[in-house]
């Protein structure tokens, strides 16, 4: 490591892009040099099983590359989508009082389950190979 790292989670997915120049410019100006994105984007990245959209995220990363702050790009693994508690309710963790959790919040999943283990390797597959950036030991460059 050659530098102190400064930064946190960036979560572009939840504003309007429109704002998103001044979020990077902000950072610039706090000395922001790492983010983290994408933890909690799996909705934005798979709107439905299969359908990848990577558009936005493609956006996101060219501005913070050239504002200067490089990227952790994490799995959307923590916040499974809608459709995938819909199509799999079976997936959602169940209290000790046996009561089966709904989706609308964090940590909504059984990471024991099948059909979550299979649906959290097939996001991280599409992202995976993501041939925008490739870890230089110094974050994510172009």
Known sequence: M?????GGDYNPEQWDPSVWKEDVELMRQ???NL???GVFS???LEPSPGEYR??????VLDLLHDGGVSVDLATPTASPPPWFSRLHPEALPVTLDGVRLTHGSRDTYCACAPAYRSAAVGIARALGPYPRFVDTGGGLRR
């Open 2 to 6: 050659t530098r102190l790292w400064y």
């Open 30 to 32: 706090a000395g922001v």
């Open 35 to 37: 983010v983290t994105v």
């Open 42 to 44: 799996w909705s934005s």
């Open 54 to 59: 990577f558009g936005w995220l493609d956006q």
